[in-house]
T-cell receptor, first 113, second 114 residues
Framework: GENVEQHPSTLSVQEGDSAVIKCTYS??????FPWYKQELGKRPQLIIDIRSNVGEKKDQRIAVTLNKTAKHFSLHITETQPEDSAVYFC????????????FGSGTRLLVRP | DGGITQSPKYLFRKEGQNVTLSCEQN?????MYWYRQDPGQGLRLIYY???????QKGDIAEGYSVSREKKESFPLTVTSAQKNPTAFYLC?????????????FGQGTRLTVV
């Protein structure tokens, strides 16, 4: 079955610096890759996603890149702010009738003021 | 107020007892999921269901059971066979009109075995 690995488990950056979180997936049939942000005590919420037919997607300070050949995708946050501090999860979904959605182990991002 | 609701927020259970966690959604989503969240282990899939009266085991289904009798509801039972049930449980739902749809999460239930 699908397996998603996520690194690093924790990441500490200075405010204004960039942060990069990387994920790899095992099933080449995966074709949808969302990223979720979970603030302390709150539910995970979608922040950005990418389809397998796209190599990169940007939304203001966040971007996601996908390398299908290497089966990895990354989240990039530029000009980090303290409110970016949270746990970030990557996920992968296969385009079949199961709609199975597998998450990575999460990255705790701390942005130091 | 549309969305996905889990209850209760906190739940305490004695060892050897079964307990059922509720998950209800009014988003008209066909797919529903149960995840377990432990520190450092991310969101691990317990069970998922694409349609009423059908569901599949996820990666850590042992010691858990589910039912999907109604589209809106996907209750999770933590049985006495689950060896380490203390955890945070998240329910999610997703529209199945396309394969690239967003999953919406409930606020979670924190289960503690005492």
């Amino acid at each position: 079955g699908e397996n998603v690995e996520q690194h690093p488990s924790t990441l500490s950056v200075q405010e204004g610096d960039s942060a990069v979180i990387k994920c790899t997936y095992s099933d080449s049939a995966s074709n949808y890759f969302p990223w979720y942000k979970q603030e302390l005590g709150k539910r995970p919420q979608l922040i950005i996603d990418i389809r397998s037919n796209v190599g990169e997607k940007k939304d203001q300070r966040i971007a996601v890149t996908l390398n299908k050949t290497a089966k990895h995708f990354s989240l990039h946050i530029t000009e980090t702010q303290p409110e970016d501090s949270a746990v970030y999860f990557c996920a992968a979904s296969i385009m079949d009738s199961s709609y199975k959605l597998i998450f990575g182990s999460g990255t705790r991002l701390l942005v130091r003021p | 107020d549309g969305g996905i609701t889990q209850s209760p927020k906190y739940l305490f259970r004695k060892e050897g007892q079964n307990v059922t966690l509720s998950c209800e959604q009014n988003l008209n989503h066909d797919a529903m999921y149960w995840y377990r969240q432990d520190p450092g282990q991310g969101l691990r899939l317990i069970y998922y269901s694409q349609i009423v009266n059908d569901f599949q085991k996820g990666d850590i289904a042992e010691g858990y059971s589910v039912s999907r009798e109604k589209k809106e509801s996907f209750p999770l039972t933590v049985t006495s066979a689950q060896k380490n049930p203390t955890a945070f449980y998240l329910c999610a739902s997703r529209f199945t009109g396309g394969w690239d749809t967003e999953a919406f999460f409930g606020q979670g239930t924190r289960l503690t075995v005492v």
